[in-house]
């Protein structure tokens, strides 16, 4: 009977060991169920100030095709041709007036071995006075239309208003015959009483605007990129020094540049002292200074010692920027082409942007850079 009870025991025993190997222990209520979606965990936030974005920037504005900056012009004006005005620069006439707001000013020789100005503006509206205007002569002429400037001057030597007859894509802006006097040119009376009746012929950017206007013709440049090739980093960035440049016209007249580390520009002196623009307190300066050489000859028999400036052909000269310079040649193939100018290597010359002052002296002219 024992032994049947025994055997009954270990019956149950095996029939309950399946049971309890065969269950879990109970599940958290923390954890994870193996079917249930688990969101991601949220972003952690930064308290920190964060930066103002950046501003788009502003779309860049037209380019002076005269100097390559963007100095605040409109487009209109921008596609324009410049105005070329004839300034004197003889001793007996100084000072000038307005001559430092020039875009690019040209200096070449006149009867007498003295010199005469042409100063370019692409944009002269806030031109406050320009003077004293002075009378044309053929190779300025020729200069100004390769640049497709309107000319203005008044009054003209014999070869100039013949050469003035002959040019029929010229637009002449003359203070005598063009009946431009009182309007486009006013005499000045301080300058009349101080200077005299021939140094008085004053005029300003209002009136250049308005004669302009009164034009009534399209004036859109035929060539509508920058006069020069212009580029930061110009040519002559490893040139040799050029702290100071002095030129020969001729014995009475020797004018000369010395560069200004402070400005980076070259200063203008002559007859012996600082070349100051009167009107506007300033000493003529230039971040480009071209030196070119340009056969010079006596016109045959005359009275008055008139000179001629061949412009068009080939020739050497001087590249100035930033306290250095570079040997450059000068090609132009007709009065309408543009100057061109080019490094040693032949490749167009870069210029830094910025106004220009080219001298142009005689083939055989003193020119000294140090």
């Known amino acids: 009977m024992s032994r049947m009870r025994g055997f009954a025991l270990l019956l149950c025993l095996a029939l309950l060991l399946p049971l309890c190997c065969c269950s879990r222990p109970a599940e958290s209520e923390t954890d994870p169920q193996p079917d249930q979606f688990q969101p991601p965990p949220l972003p952690q936030t930064d308290s920190s100030p964060q930066p103002e974005p950046e501003p788009d920037p502003e779309p860049a504005g037209p380019i002076n095709p005269l100097t390559g900056l963007e100095d605040g012009i409109d487009e209109q004006t921008a596609e324009r041709i410049p105005v070329a005005v004839m300034v004197s620069n003889s001793y007996n006439s100084l000072p000038q007036w307005g001559i430092s707001q020039a875009d690019i000013l040209i200096e070449m020789i006149?009867?007498?071995?003295?010199?005469?100005?042409?100063?370019?503006?692409?944009?002269p509206a806030g031109l406050?006075?320009?003077?004293?205007v002075r009378s044309a002569r053929p190779y300025f002429i020729d200069m100004a239309q390769g640049f497709e400037a309107a000319y203005l001057h008044f009054g003209g030597s014999v070869p100039a208003y013949n050469l003035i007859g002959q040019r029929g894509d010229l637009i002449d802006m003359d203070g005598i015959r063009g009946g431009y006097e009182g309007s486009l040119y006013v005499r000045d009376p301080y300058r009349r009483?101080?200077?005299g009746l021939e140094h008085s012929v004053v005029t300003s950017g209002p009136r250049i605007e308005e004669a302009l206007a009164g034009l009534n013709q399209d004036l859109t440049r035929k060539n509508q990129g920058p006069v020069f090739n212009f580029d930061s980093n110009h040519s002559a960035?490893?040139?040799?020094f050029a702290n100071q440049a002095t030129l020969t016209f001729s014995n009475r007249h020797k004018p000369w540049f010395e560069y200004d580390r402070q400005s980076g520009r070259y200063l203008r002196y002559q007859y012996g002292q600082p070349h100051m623009?009167?009107?506007?307190d300033e000493q003529l300066s230039a971040v480009n200074l071209i030196i070119l050489r340009m056969p010079l000859t006596d016109v045959p028999s005359s009275e008055l010692a008139l000179v001629e400036v061949d412009s068009i052909g080939q020739g050497k000269g001087?590249?100035?920027?930033?306290?250095?310079?570079?040997p450059i040649t000068w090609e132009r193939g007709s009065?309408?082409?543009p100057l061109r100018l080019l490094d040693e290597t032949g490749q167009p010359l870069k210029l830094a942007p910025g106004n220009s002052f080219i001298s142009c002296v005689a083939v055989d002219a003193d020119v000294i850079i140090e």
């Open 335 to 337: 009065y309408d082409q």
């Open 128 to 132: 406050e006075a320009l003077g004293s």
């Open 110 to 123: 006149a009867e007498g071995r003295i010199t005469r100005f042409m100063a370019l503006f692409q944009n």
């Open 193 to 195: 009483k101080s200077i």
């Open 318 to 326: 001087f590249y100035c920027c930033e306290g250095r310079w570079i």
């Open 237 to 240: 960035s490893d040139g040799a």
């Open 277 to 280: 623009d009167a009107y506007y």
